[in-house]
């Protein structure tokens, strides 16, 4: 991954208007310990789609119903549809960073548990499911300071809004 082409698709994204934020390794770098990532894994509110496609226009693509896949030069960059509630909701409540100067959104430490708690189970590589299982104890035990009663309640509501639709939610159970 090199960080110029990085910082070159950021700052279209910022000129532009993208409605995104950073998910994945450079996200958990900000909240947490930094580790190696392969590729820039970004959000990006589905209305805001087809500008960055032109953005990134000319980029070799392919994708998958799940993500747009980017290669530039030596850069992978995963585009990720905010098409689900929880995943706009990241989008839309992303804390502002920088890297080497460049203002840039990232998933807060709330969005960015629940994501990573969403898409491990769901991980068909073991090894993938595993550093996704690493990444969320990092992020507890490193922002165990930062992360309230609140924000747990959050994950925990959006989790079994996955598993139940709101009427099931809140049935009384005799378990």
């Known amino acids: 991954m090199e960080r110029e082409t990085v910082k070159d698709v950021l700052r279209r994204f910022n000129e532009n208007g993208v409605r995104y934020c950073l998910v994945g390794g450079l996200a958990l770098a900000h909240h947490s310990i930094p580790r190696l990532t392969q590729d820039v894994d970004v959000l990006v509110l589905p209305e805001d789609l087809p500008l960055v496609q032109k953005l990134l226009e000319g980029s070799a693509h392919r994708g998958t119903?799940?993500?747009m896949i980017y290669q530039i030069g030596d850069t992978r960059i995963d585009i990720i549809p905010a098409d689900l509630r929880a995943k706009r909701a990241a989008v839309l409540e992303a804390i502002d960073d920088t890297i080497e100067g460049l203002p840039v959104k990232v998933a807060?430490?709330?969005?960015?548990?629940?994501?990573?708690?969403?898409?491990?189970?769901e991980r068909p590589e073991r090894g993938k499911r595993l550093q996704d299982e690493t990444?969320?104890?990092q992020l507890l035990e490193?922002?165990?300071?930062?992360?309230s009663p609140v924000d747990i309640a959050y994950v925990c509501r959006s989790l079994l809004a996955l598993c139940y639709t709101p009427t099931d939610t809140n049935k009384p159970r005799s378990d």
């Open 65 to 67: 119903p799940v993500v």
């Open 108 to 121: 807060n430490l709330r969005d960015l548990i629940l994501l990573k708690m969403w898409a491990a189970p």
């Open 135 to 137: 990444d969320i104890v």
């Open 142 to 147: 490193f922002n165990a300071d930062k992360i």
